[in-house]
């Protein structure tokens, strides 16, 4: 099983949609989660932290279920400019950060 | 939040050269990595740069192919030895100021190697 594991899509939802993506990690000592964004050819830049009383900023809300072993981001009232890869981000024990894949989204018109 | 300054931002480079990434923080960091990311693919860690000291690299890749160093708490460069162009990639260079700090990138380095 992967360390960190999301759903790479692509998500392909019209504007003003709501969309919610998913990310499970495997290590139960995790210590902190975030949630990155990355547009086509740019480097990852870190949209939100994830807390566990879950956090919100705007348009996206970030949970954390450790029970579980899952976090979330739900973007509402998608925008044009949403469409990236969101990227998924746990700091394991050591505290070396570990990324998933990715989730593609797509917005359109 | 931490500022990087990577470079170069790409290189064109024949195979079996050699290319250094070099990475400037705008301050200290406790913690600096060095990730490859190819097309379509998510972020690979290929070391964590220790202050002072070796690398500690991750499965599948070796100092001889990819030294590293870090003279300083600001401060690392990253090595393609050898390149083949199976080394084609984008490189990132990131940092975190604490443990649980979320980490922030350098803008990468575009290498392709013909």
Known sequence: ??????????FNVPEGATVAFNC??????????FWYRQDCR???????????????????TAQLNRASQYISLLIRDSKLSDSATYLCVVNGGSYIPTFGRGTSLIVHP | SAVISQKPSRDICQRGTS???????DSQVTMMFWYRQQPGQSLTLIATANQGSEATYE???VIDKF????????F????VSNMSPEDSS??????????????HFGNGTRLTVT
């Open chain 1, 42 to 60: 740019k480097e990852p830049k870190l949209l939100m932290s994830v807390y566990s009383s879950g956090n919100e900023d705007g348009r996206f």
């Open chain 1, 24 to 33: 499970t990690y495997s290590n139960s000592a995790s210590q902190s989660f």
């Open chain 2, 19 to 25: 290319l250094t990434i070099q990475c400037q923080v």
């Open chain 2, 67 to 74: 030294p590293i160093s870090r003279p300083n708490l600001t």
């Open chain 1, 1 to 10: 099983r992967k360390e960190v594991e999301q759903d790479p899509g692509p």
């Open chain 2, 59 to 61: 499965s599948g890749f």
């Open chain 2, 76 to 79: 690392s460069t990253l090595t």
């Open chain 2, 90 to 103: 984008i490189y990132l260079c990131s940092a975190k100021e604490a443990a649980n700090s979320p980490l």
